[in-house]
């Protein structure tokens, strides 16, 4: 009975770390304008969402302050291509993606002096602030409120139910075990929550151009997902095999009882 409840214990607590931790990787990938706004260039990369920004900046640029539109356009697409660029607009970027998922409530300006890098134009400098058209996403704002709170209750959780269930159980090749199946658990969570959530069910909730950032970061973590799932799933399924062989082990070595046999000598 003892053994059953710490097992059950235990269940609990690797489902709760498993949460926590893939779901601080979907924070991480879909919900963190901070990394959105070190990885502009990664952004960018998506032709939608540099097409509005350059437009939105030149056609500003060319109205207030009669340069011609196609070469200001022109001149705005060369240098938002380039990794400078890309650091000009990193502010512009992460401000999108707040925006988006509902962290800022406010529009996205741009300020003149920003636009100065990238129109190459002092004239610029003293143009009132321009809006870039970002809006906030209902759903995505729901998940980055919900995962705030999820993430340290489920990490206090699987804290509190690991250390019962150490104390609870009598047995540690159980123990083990049930580790090897947490890994491989946590290995799965850490594909769907850290991958294919972001990349293909988040961007799905909105038509906005700007619901793709999330598949481009979860690309950009595809690298650190795979070495993850692998270094878990691994370990998991080393974990198992090598209980299996301990318990099969003790199994062989284990003395023949013959009280049956005796009893069947007897009575023959």
């Known amino acids: 009975m003892r053994r059953t409840f710490a097992g059950l214990i235990f269940g609990i607590a690797f489902v709760c770390a498993a949460i926590a931790i893939s779901g601080w990787l979907l924070q ?8 959105t706004g ?21 056609d500003a640029a060319a109205a207030q302050r009669g340069l011609d539109k196609a070469t200001t356009r022109q001149t705005v697409a060369a240098v938002a291509s380039t990794p400078q660029g890309a650091e000009f607009l ?12 509902g962290e800022m409530k406010g529009p996205v ?8 890098q990238l129109v190459r134009n002092e004239v610029v400098a003293d143009i009132p602030s321009i809006t870039l058209p970002v809006p906030r996403v209902s759903a995505l704002d729901t998940i980055r409120r919900v995962l705030r709170w999820t993430i340290p209750f489920t990490a206090l959780f ?10 609870l159980h009598p047995h540690r090749s159980a123990l083990v075990h049930s580790l090897g199946y947490g ?30 950032v999330p ?27 090598g209980t299996g062989l301990l318990k099969r082990r003790r199994r062989w070595n284990a003395p023949v009882s013959t009280y049956r046999y005796r009893e069947e000598r007897r009575w023959g």
Request: charged share 15%; proline share 3%; glycine share 10%.
């Open 28 to 35: 991480r990938s879909a919900f963190d304008p901070g990394r």
């Open 183 to 212: 890994m491989l658990l946590l290995a799965i969570l850490i594909v769907l929550l850290g991958y294919v959530v972001p990349r293909f069910a988040l961007p799905s909730l909105s038509d906005n151009m700007w619901a793709d």
């Open 109 to 116: 300006r741009i300020t003149g002096a920003q636009m100065v």
């Open 38 to 58: 070190g990885l502009a260039d990664v952004v960018l990369q998506d032709a939608r969402i540099k097409t509005q920004i350059v437009n939105t900046i030149a």
């Open 158 to 167: 699987a804290v509190g139910f690991f250390v019962i269930g150490f104390m």
């Open 90 to 101: 990193s502010k512009v970027v992460r401000d999108a993606h707040a925006r988006m998922i």
């Open 215 to 241: 598949a481009h970061l979860a690309n950009d973590s595809l690298p650190l997902l795979v070495g993850l799932a692998i270094v878990l799933g691994g370990g998991g399924f080393m974990l198992l095999v």
